[in-house]
């Protein structure tokens, strides 16, 4: 039987939920077209959230920013994750080995965000990715390698999803197709959805754990598939040993 759902609580996740970088600073207006809420729902919880420590209340811009309180629980979910104690060290000892970028990722909603990040690349990066970033699925080995363990009925949906929002879906369907493909056949999947960086990620599977993703990166102007043939035993090894030293440790805190 379904858990009874509390309609405030998920409206009140909602609009903390639009705040995003870029967009730091939000009226109810925005609020309300960000969520598709009520305005006067809207108003009402951003009162509440205000109240709450949640949001700060910019009086002269007539919005809402995200207080202080909130990073609080980014740093207790970080430093209590079993998966981070385990992943990070070994994340950043094949990091600085090859002087290349390791990531972890989960998915969340139709993005996967990142829960931590390690730049050694060699070669400047053409953008930045910090712990808390979020990237879309369907454009990135991390999202493809995920969509691979995807249930089917949630790989449906979000497909459909990924139909409506881009213009390109045919090619689009195509690689990710391949991607799958790759992840079943080989373990990995690679992409290069930004200009000389090249991706590839592989499903961390963990008992008792949701499907983590490790990828791993660089900036170089050499083919994709045989950049990702040079680090996928890497990145694979990587994704070995997190797997067998977070089950010795019985998925428990040290």
């Not at 811009?61 to 060290?89: E, I």
């Not at 369907?138 to 497909?159: C, I, K, Q, Y």
């Not at 090894?237 to 428990?252: C, D, K, T, V, Y």
């Amino acid at each position: 039987m379904p858990t009874p759902s509390n309609r405030s609580l998920e409206r009140g996740i909602e609009i903390l939920r639009a705040f995003r970088p870029g967009s730091t600073l939000l009226g109810n207006g925005e609020l309300a077209e960000r969520t598709g809420l009520a305005p006067a729902t809207v108003s009402r919880l951003t009162q509440t959230l205000v109240g709450a420590g949640l949001l700060e209340h910019d009086r002269p811009a007539r919005a809402y920013r995200l207080a202080a309180p909130v990073l609080s629980f980014a740093h207790a979910m970080r430093t209590g994750s079993t998966v981070l104690q385990v992943a990070a060290p070994r994340m950043r000892a094949l990091a600085e080995k090859l002087r290349i970028n390791v990531g972890l990722a989960v998915a969340d909603r139709s993005e996967m965000l990142y829960l931590e990040s390690i730049r050694y690349n060699k070669k400047a990066s053409l953008r930045s990715v910090v712990s808390g970033q979020r990237v879309p699925i369907e454009l990135t080995s991390l999202g493809r390698a995920w969509l691979a363990t995807a249930p089917p009925v949630r790989r449906a949906e979000l497909m459909k999803e990924f139909e409506a929002r881009r213009g390109n879906w045919p090619r689009l369907r195509r690689e990710i197709g391949k991607a799958i493909e790759s992840v079943h056949r080989r373990g990995w999947c690679v992409a290069s959805w930004q200009p000389e960086i090249v991706a590839l990620a592989t499903p961390l599977a963990l008992p008792n754990e949701r499907v983590h993703v490790l990828n791993a990166s660089l900036s170089t102007s050499e083919p994709a598939n045989e950049v990702a043939l040079e680090m996928s035993a890497s990145l694979l090894a990587l994704s070995e040993q997190i797997a067998r030293e977070f089950s010795a440790r019985g998925g428990n805190p040290a």
